[in-house]
């Protein structure tokens, strides 16, 4: 089987309703809490992407029994530092950042040795910025210069900490609110803005959990040794996959699009504030709050007379992973879009930064990388009738969907590569896009 797509025609008008499937950084968050309660938990519309089965299976390595009945996730908890496993164990956590290094968090109390490894990509990224706090609890690691594989061996007494996040990850947040759930004391993480998820759903379990607000930092304080209750979670859909058919809908002609039950956590509905402020068209209705999390219906409609962005530097990390989408709205607004402090963006599955200045490129817009600041100059009149290949973008799931959605919207005769990519988030992203009307081959 061709691991390529070819796109030859940009999309026909279309007015369709569509249901995504679970929130990617949900999934893996409730089947890690739910392995620490000592109860049955549920979950329904739980995204099966290769990164939400890595954890799965890891889980099952560590002895926590998980089975699918329809719809239907059941895992049967085996409570704080329950998990039991042979020794010399190794978890691979294949592509997922969130998962290897929120995992790590959960396992500071372990006795024996354990040892993590990733996909080639995984590898090659910084995880010494969670082994730093993760030690403070008292957990020891032997890394390959800070990257996997990784060896961690915990701590019979961990110790509560106090920790200061700067960087605005919400994994490094999330992986020391996990620890502390085993220490004896009061954790305390000051901790740039970043997502929520983790926080929200600690409330949602009544987990003792306070938050102070500043302008910058979220004060958070944790009492561990606390009884987790079992979790039973409809999950709502994502955003992060949800974007890639907004931004079709926003480029496409005559287009009117409604997606059901989104999680529009104010955390990750970055990029539906800069293209509403780029003229989008782009509507939540139905608004309502699910165990803490924000859910409505987005609406979209075709927009014309897109206008550039200077994009206000304290909204990155709510848009982190839409941005190569957002860059590509850029290249058909008028006017010239300027991004910066964007580093974050250089330590995902790929550079990229690099990497979209390399997209745009190719497809003749002008732009500039200034160590971590972005520049683009927009073509409204942007309609492409070239051949274009794309391949080398590092197997990174969110090019590959990116490519589809400029082939399907500004035209010319593409070759697409690494189409099984998308498996890592959203595996039935090609099945979707054929329900708008996307014809590919």
């Given at each position: 089987?061709?691991?390529?797509?070819?796109?030859?025609?940009?999309?026909?008008?279309?007015?369709?309703?569509?249901?995504?499937?679970?929130?990617?950084?949900?999934?893996?968050?409730?089947?890690?809490?739910?392995?620490?309660?000592?109860?049955?938990?549920?979950?329904?519309?739980?995204?099966?992407?290769?990164?939400?089965?890595?954890?799965?299976?890891?889980?099952?390595?560590?002895?926590?029994?998980?089975?699918?009945?329809?719809?239907?996730?059941?895992?049967?908890?085996?409570?704080?530092?329950?998990?039991?496993?042979?020794?010399?164990?190794?978890?691979?956590?294949?592509?997922?950042?969130?998962?290897?290094?929120?995992?790590?968090?959960?396992?500071?109390?372990?006795k024996n040795e354990i040892k993590i490894i990733g996909d080639k990509s995984?590898?090659?990224?910084?995880?010494?910025?969670?082994?730093?706090?993760?030690?403070?609890?008292?957990?020891?690691?032997?890394?390959?210069?800070?990257?996997?594989?990784?060896?961690?061996?915990?701590?019979?007494?961990?110790?509560?900490?106090?920790?200061?996040?700067?960087?605005?990850?919400?994994?490094?947040?999330?992986?020391?609110?996990?620890?502390?759930?085993?220490?004896?004391?009061?954790?305390?993480?000051?901790?740039?803005?970043?997502?929520?998820?983790?926080?929200?759903?600690?409330?949602?379990?009544?987990?003792?959990?306070?938050?102070?607000?500043?302008?910058?930092?979220?004060?958070?304080?944790?009492?561990?040794?606390?009884?987790?209750?079992?979790?039973?979670?409809?999950?709502?859909?994502?955003?992060?996959?949800?974007?890639?058919?907004?931004?079709?809908?926003?480029?496409?002609?005559?287009?009117?699009?409604?997606?059901?039950n989104i999680n529009v956590n104010e955390t990750r509905t970055g990029i539906?504030?800069?293209?509403?402020?780029?003229?989008?068209?782009?509507?939540?209705?139905?608004?309502?709050?699910?165990?803490?999390?924000?859910?409505?219906?987005?609406?979209?409609?075709?927009?014309?007379?897109?206008?550039?962005?200077?994009?206000?530097?304290?909204?990155?990390?709510?848009?982190?992973?839409?941005?190569?989408?957002?860059?590509?709205?850029?290249?058909?607004?008028?006017?010239?879009?300027?991004?910066?402090?964007?580093d974050e963006l250089r330590h995902k599955e790929s550079d990229r930064l690099?990497?979209?200045?390399?997209?745009?490129?190719?497809?003749?817009?002008?732009?500039?990388?200034?160590?971590?600041?972005?520049?683009?100059?927009?073509?409204?009149?942007?309609?492409?009738?070239?051949?274009?290949?794309?391949?080398?973008?590092?197997?990174?799931?969110?090019?590959?969907?990116?490519?589809?959605?400029?082939?399907?919207?500004?035209?010319?005769?593409?070759?697409?590569?690494?189409?099984?990519?998308?498996?890592?988030?959203?595996?039935?992203?090609?099945?979707?896009?054929?329900?708008?009307?996307?014809?590919?081959?």
């Amino acid at each position: 089987m061709s691991s390529r797509i070819k796109i030859n025609n940009i999309i026909e008008p279309f007015n369709k309703i569509l249901e995504i499937e679970g929130d990617k950084s949900l999934s893996i968050r409730f089947a890690l809490l739910a392995s620490q309660s000592d109860k049955k938990s549920k979950a329904t519309n739980l995204l099966k992407s290769e990164d939400v089965l890595s954890t799965l299976n890891c889980l099952r390595k560590l002895g926590v029994k998980i089975k699918f009945k329809k719809k239907i996730c059941e895992i049967n908890g085996l409570g704080l530092n329950g998990y039991k496993y042979k020794k010399n164990i190794t978890l691979n956590a294949g592509n997922s950042g969130t998962l290897a290094r929120l995992i790590m968090g959960l396992l500071i109390h372990t006795k024996n040795e354990i040892k993590i490894i990733g996909d080639k990509s995984l590898s090659k990224r910084d995880f010494y910025r969670i082994t730093k706090p993760l030690n403070k609890f008292g957990a020891k690691f032997k890394t390959n210069s800070g990257k996997l594989p990784i060896i961690i061996k915990g701590t019979d007494f961990p110790k509560s900490i106090k920790y200061v996040e700067s960087k605005g990850s919400a994994q490094i947040k999330s992986s020391i609110m996990l620890a502390a759930l085993n220490t004896n004391g009061k954790t305390i993480i000051k901790a740039k803005k970043s997502r929520n998820h983790s926080e929200l759903i600690f409330k949602h379990l009544k987990l003792p959990i306070k938050i102070k607000k500043t302008k910058n930092f979220d004060i958070i304080e944790i009492e561990g040794k606390k009884t987790i209750k079992p979790l039973n979670y409809n999950i709502p859909s994502d955003i992060s996959s949800s974007a890639f058919f907004i931004v079709l809908t926003l480029l496409s002609k005559n287009s009117k699009l409604v997606i059901k039950n989104i999680n529009v956590n104010e955390t990750r509905t970055g990029i539906i504030d800069i293209l509403k402020k780029m003229n989008g068209k782009i509507f939540l209705k139905n608004k309502r709050y699910y165990k803490g999390e924000k859910v409505a219906d987005i609406h979209v409609k075709s927009s014309n007379k897109l206008k550039s962005i200077n994009c206000p530097k304290e909204i990155n990390s709510r848009l982190i992973d839409e941005l190569p989408l957002i860059f590509l709205v850029c290249a058909k607004a008028k006017g010239i879009s300027k991004f910066e402090n964007l580093d974050e963006l250089r330590h995902k599955e790929s550079d990229r930064l690099k990497l979209s200045s390399k997209f745009l490129n190719m497809l003749g817009i002008i732009n500039e990388i200034n160590i971590n600041s972005f520049k683009i100059k927009g073509n409204p009149n942007l309609l492409l009738s070239k051949n274009f290949t794309v391949k080398d973008f590092f197997k990174d799931h969110r090019i590959f969907m990116l490519s589809c959605i400029a082939a399907l919207t500004l035209g010319g005769m593409w070759k697409i590569h690494d189409k099984n990519s998308v498996n890592t988030s959203f595996p039935n992203f090609l099945k979707t896009l054929k329900k708008l009307g996307g014809k590919f081959k």
